[in-house]
């Protein structure tokens, strides 16, 4: 057996790529408390500014929008400039975006905020189409879903602190909560984060594919070749139902979410303030754990057979929090972080296995998937205002069995299609 193969960070030419991915790690932080503090935003607004649940999804639809939207200029800014172009894109417009909300704080506009949430989900867009595909390739091809999760550990982290941050300012005291100055502080550090990415050097990986690419623009038309491209990454199988499945997986999570304190402020008497500390140190704790410890796991046991585990898992806890139950309903929400958190990450690296110089290209349509999240909770608002609260975590079951059905079927199949 190839010793190589458990270098995690040692590609098959022999380079080692901890440094850079160290580096690019840390990016999964920042991208995970631009997402987590949009939950504690989600109820401010609604409180704050007396609207729907359904208006209230807002928040999370223009985030998620900016991933439809600029996922595709964000794949050609890294094909054509490479990743560290597109890592630097990204931090730019998260930094603008968040200092946004220093008028906004003195505006009081929801459209506005709205507004500075669709720049900093344009920036997040570009930031997950580099990093997410980047840490994949720095190393060894068998090492890919477990150095993502690796890396998504650190996302998991900025998920712990969005609701503990957001629940501090927001829900602190008896006045309306200080919306401006914990944007002002991540986007102060984001634009520090984007300053030391100018100055260092990301290596650009090149796989035996993109070697094979070059010779065939050489030796003909590379308009041919690109169109060929195109053509072979959707015969893919894998890659296309992973669009699917995480299309569906990110719709999940950002419903679960969204609506997590409304959930246990309705059914279980806690309130806002405990119900951030909740969602902070319980549910994105075991987020968190659970992408640690996924990354450990699929060392020993299959991507596709964990994946699908807890599928079924977080299945299970949907339909326990149906039924409206009060504290075993959120008893079943950490059920359900614990099973969601390696989700994401083993898709998206099952959604790249063996797709080579397509891979950039395959990333700006996975990430474009990212827009679930901007349709399920607004599914969700608009059934909560009408029914209740726990119908409407009906969406995110439905979500959780197509992403069963996709485990099930790379189980069964043993090997991707190509």
Not at 150 to 166: A, H, K, M, R
Not at 311 to 335: D, E, P, Q, S
Not at 344 to 372: D, E, N, W
């Amino acid at each position: 057996m190839d010793k190589r193969k458990h270098k995690l960070f040692e590609a098959a030419n022999g380079k080692n790529y901890l440094l850079p991915f160290v580096l690019v790690t840390t990016l999964f932080f920042l991208w995970g408390f631009a997402h987590s503090i949009l939950d504690v935003l989600n109820k401010h607004f609604q409180e704050s500014m007396n609207i729907s649940k359904a208006e209230s999804a807002l928040v999370q639809a223009v985030v998620y929008g900016g991933y439809f939207l600029m996922a595709i200029p964000a794949g050609r800014i890294i094909r054509r400039f490479g990743y560290r172009s597109g890592v630097l894109t990204g931090l730019s417009l998260y930094g603008i975006g968040a200092l946004l909300f220093i008028p906004g704080g003195m505006l009081l506009s929801f459209p506005f905020f709205l507004f500075s949430l669709f720049v900093i989900g344009c920036g997040l867009t570009c930031l997950e189409t580099a990093a997410n595909p980047y840490v994949t390739v720095l190393g060894s091809a068998e090492g890919a879903e477990r150095r993502i999760n690796l890396s998504q550990s650190f996302n998991g982290l900025g998920w712990i602190f969005g609701p503990l941050v957001g629940g501090l300012f927001l829900f602190s005291g008896e006045g309306e909560g200080d919306i401006s100055t914990p944007y002002a502080i991540i986007g102060i550090v984001v634009i520090l984060v984007a300053i030391i990415f100018s100055r260092i050097k990301l290596p650009e990986i090149e796989t035996e594919e993109d070697s094979c690419a070059e010779q065939t623009s050489m030796e003909g038309s590379s308009v041919d070749s690109h169109a060929s491209a195109q053509t072979t990454l959707w015969q893919h199988r894998n890659f296309v139902w992973g669009m699917v499945a995480l299309f569906f997986y990110v719709a999940a999570q950002t419903g679960i979410n969204s609506f997590f304190i409304n959930y246990v402020t309705e059914n279980a008497s806690i309130s806002n303030s405990e119900a951030s500390l909740l969602l902070s140190f319980g549910g994105m704790g075991l987020f968190m754990l659970g992408r640690i410890g996924g990354s450990w796991v699929m060392s020993r046991i299959k991507a596709e057979t964990v994946l699908l585990v807890c599928a079924v898992g977080a299945a299970a806890a949907m339909c326990i929090l149906l039924t409206g139950a009060g504290m075993l309903g959120v008893a079943a929400f950490f059920l359900c972080y614990l099973c969601e958190s390696i989700m994401f990450p083993t898709i998206f690296a099952l959604a790249l296995r063996g797709l080579g110089r397509h891979t950039k290209q395959a990333s700006s349509y996975l990430i474009m998937c990212i827009v679930g999240g901007a349709v399920a909770p607004l599914l969700m608002g608009m059934i909560a205002d009408v029914f209740s609260m726990s119908v409407a975590f009906a969406i995110p079951l439905t979500c959780f069995i197509v992403i069963a059905a996709y485990a099930f079927r790379l189980h069964v199949v043993g090997k991707h299609n190509v």
